[in-house]
Structures are given as C-alpha cells and as structure tokens.
C-alpha cells in the first residue's frame, strides 16, 4: 500500500497543503482512511480535523491507541505515531481521500443539488430520470443508493451529504457497482464544512 500513500502525498504536494513528511520508507503499511478516531482500525491513516464542535488533533492519542499507523495533522502531535503535517486538515483530508480512493468522482457525471427543500426528492427522481440516459446512483439523506437501486453501505449515518472520506469511499462503491453517473444532495453546512471537496 505504499503506492497509495505516496499517491495521497502526491496529491497534497499538488494542492500545495503538504508543510512536512517524515521518510515514508520508515512508515508502516497504511490500509485506509479515517477522521473519526472510534472508526480507526490497525494500519489506518487518521485524519485530524476541525469539527462543529470538536478538534480531530484531541484524538489523536485515542486514534493511535486503536492502531491508527499515522495521522494527517495540521500541528505536530506529541504522540509516537508518524505525522503527515498539512496547512488545512479538513481540505488535505478530501485531497487525500480522493487520492486514496482513485479519483472516483472523475468518473461520474455529478450533479449537486442543494437548496432549503426538495433536495431528497430531487436527487431520487434525477437517479430515476437519468438512469434512462447511462446507469447513475444516488446519495443524500435516505442514503446511498447504487444505479439498480441497492443501498451502497456508508458510514455517513443521517447526514444529508457525507463527509470528504466517507463521500470518495461512496463514489468509489458506485463506480464499482458500473454507475456513470451520479446526483447528491449537497447542503448549505457541508460545503462550508468542505465535504465535498477533493
């Protein structure tokens, strides 16, 4: 897995968010993703972020201690854990995701659908109407749905658009499962919070 995480790095260098990288020939073997520091399994990479209400670097011994192999920070960590030290987490964390993931979105034909009402509706008859034209899934708050209309797992629970990593591990799965196309809902508090970024 060391291609994938010098892919990650490769595109932090791109977006200009990389600040400091230890040699990655120290590191162990990354075997994915995470910004919630309960979700971390051995070999993961965890990505300290700013929530709504919490600061993802609190975490970062908790995420170590479930086996977190590194953390992508935006300050250095005392922690023994090796640190991919970043300008802004949030960003760097779909960045990297998108990296990690394969670049899923450029694959689909997206459609964004944000507003106060009918964003549910909307995304579920665009998924319908558009899978006329070439097989398209779905993602929003009654969640993820593949072009057949089989719910696609996601860790993503009741938010209407899921964060960075768990949105490019979604558009990831659709991809697998042949979609060409995908429409989401997009809410006015996850493009501030950046989700759909990368």
Wanted: net charge negative.
């Amino acid at each position: 897995m060391m291609n994938k995480l010098q892919e990650v790095v490769a595109a932090l260098e791109r977006a200009q968010l990389l600040v400091e990288l230890p040699d990655l020939h120290t590191w162990p073997e990354i075997t994915g993703l995470t910004a919630d520091s309960r979700k971390v399994e051995r070999g993961m990479l965890y990505c300290a972020v700013y929530g709504s209400v919490r600061d993802g670097h609190e975490f970062v011994m908790a995420a170590r201690e479930r086996g977190a192999a590194a953390a992508l920070v935006e300050r250095e960590q005392a922690v023994d854990v090796p640190q991919i030290l970043v300008r802004d987490g949030r960003r760097a964390a779909a960045v990297a995701a998108e990296a990690w993931y394969d670049r899923p979105g450029a694959k689909l034909d997206l459609i964004g659908v944000t507003g106060t009402n009918g964003k549910t509706t909307s995304v579920t008859l665009l998924r319908h109407v558009l899978s006329a034209l070439e097989p398209t899934g779905s993602i929003g708050t009654l969640g993820a749905f593949d072009p057949a209309g089989d719910p696609v797992p996601s860790e993503a629970g009741n938010l209407t658009t899921p964060g960075p990593i768990d949105l490019q591990a979604t558009l990831a799965a659709l991809v697998e499962r042949g979609a060409r196309g995908a429409a989401m809902e997009v809410s006015s508090h996850s493009l501030d919070q950046g989700r759909v970024d990368g």
